[in-house]
C-alpha cells in the first residue's frame, strides 16, 4: 500500500520546523512516550557522519500559542566554516548514506548553488551559502533527506506555502520578503503572502519542501497513522508558528474497500491558442505532451480575434512536469505564450479488473466514488486485440468485458 506525508505549512516552512515535524511522528505513533526514537537517533548517527565538528542538536517539547510541538536548535560551537557548492557535496558524498539520501542531497544543494549564483551574477564556483549557514544547511538538507527515506520514502504532497510580507536583513543588505533565494526556489508551486509580515518561510524551507513534494494542494485521501508539529523561533502575531506534518496510507490503494473516494489534488492547466498552425502539427505537439508525462492534453476550436477560427492546446501536468510541458507548447507550436493556472481536480479513485471473453484476458477500469462504481470500461487496447482474436467486433468486445466487470464489482 502506498503511503503519503502531507505536509501542511500554514504557517511559512524552515529547515528546522520540517526536521522537528517529522521527528514529532514517533510522539504521535508511539504508544508509551518512553520508548526509543529511532528517527532521533537516526537524525543524530546522520550528523554524526557529516562529520562538521562537534554540533549539538538540541531538541525540546515547547508549546506555541497552545499547540504542543517540537523544535530543533543546531549548535556548531566550532566549525564555522562558511562552505561553497563543491565543499558542501564532498561533505555529503564522503559521509557513508544511503544511496537515494546522498544522491537527493547533492542535487538539492546544486540547485540551492545554481539560485544563489543566479541571483548574484556570478559562477556556481564562486557561491558561498552566507546565512543559509554552513552546518545549519547540511542538517536540515541531509538530515531532511534521512528522515524522509526512514519513513520509506513516502509520496509527498504539500499545502500552498506562505511566503510573509516586509523586508529582511541578510548578507547583502535589507531586501524584500521574500528574499530572492525563496522566490526563486518556489517557481512553479502555488505560493501566496499569508496573514504574517516577516521571513516565514525560508530558503532552505522553500528548498527542502519544494525538493520533497511531487504533488502540491490540499490533504489527499489517506489513512492517517501519525501527525508531527515541529516549531519554529519567530513568535507569530496570528497564530502558532508551527509546521504540520501528517503521515498515513493511500487510501486508494485498498481495492476492495467499500470507503472509496475521491481525491482533490492540485494541477498545472496550460493553455495556447493558434491560428497558423496546420493540423497535423497540432496531432504531434499533442501527443508529445502526453508521451512526456502530461495528465491529460486536448485541442478544440475557439474563434479568435477578428473573426479568425483557431484552435486551443490546452494540457494538464504537475508540479514536476510543468516546465518540460511548457517547453514542448513552446517550441513545438510556434505559439508567443502559454497561459497558466493552478486548478484543483476531484479525482475519482479507480482499481482493475481481469475478466474473461470467450477465453481472452480484458482488464476493465473500474472509477470509485463513495464506495459505489460508478465507472466501468474495458481498456482499449486488451478489448481491441480480443477482438481480432475472437473476430468480433470491438463494441460487442468492450460490452462483455464491461458486463463481466460489473457482475465483479
Known sequence: MSRILYIDPWAGAAGDMLLSA??????????????????????????????????????????????????LDVVDPCDGVVRGPAEAEAVVLAAELPEEVTRRSVDALRRLARVEATIHGIPVERVHFHELGAVDTLVDVVGGFALWHALGAPQVVCGPLPLGAGSVRIAHGLVGIPAPATLELCRGIPVRAGEERGEIT???????????ASAWGVLPSMVLEAVGYGAGHMDLEHGPNVMRVMLGAESGAATESSSREGRVEGVWLLETQLDDCAGERLAYVQSSLLEAGALDAWLRPVVMKKGRPGMEIAVLGTAQNQDELEGILIRESGTLGVRRRWVERQRVDRSWVEVDVEGVAVR??????????VTV????????????????????????AAAAARALV
Open 22 to 71: 517529522l521527528l514529532d511522528l514517533e510522539s504521535s505513533s508511539a504508544k508509551d512516550i518512553t520508548e526509543p526514537r529511532p528517527l532521533e537517533e537516526l537524525l543524530l548517527e546522520t550528523v554524526k557522519r557529516l562529520g562538521v565538528g562537534d554540533v549539538e542538536l538540541v531538541i525540546e517539547r515547547v508549546t506555541s500559542k497552545g499547540i504542543g510541538a517540537l523544535r
Open 202 to 212: 525560508t530558503p532552505t524551507g522553500a528548498l527542502m519542501v519544494t525538493e520533497l
Open 364 to 373: 476493465v477500469k473500474v472509477g470509485w466514488w463513495h464506495g459505489e462504481p
Open 377 to 400: 470500461a474495458a481498456e482499449y487496447e486488451d478489448a481491441a486485440a480480443a477482438a481480432r482474436r475472437l473476430g468480433r467486433s470491438l463494441e460487442s468486445v468492450m460490452s462483455a
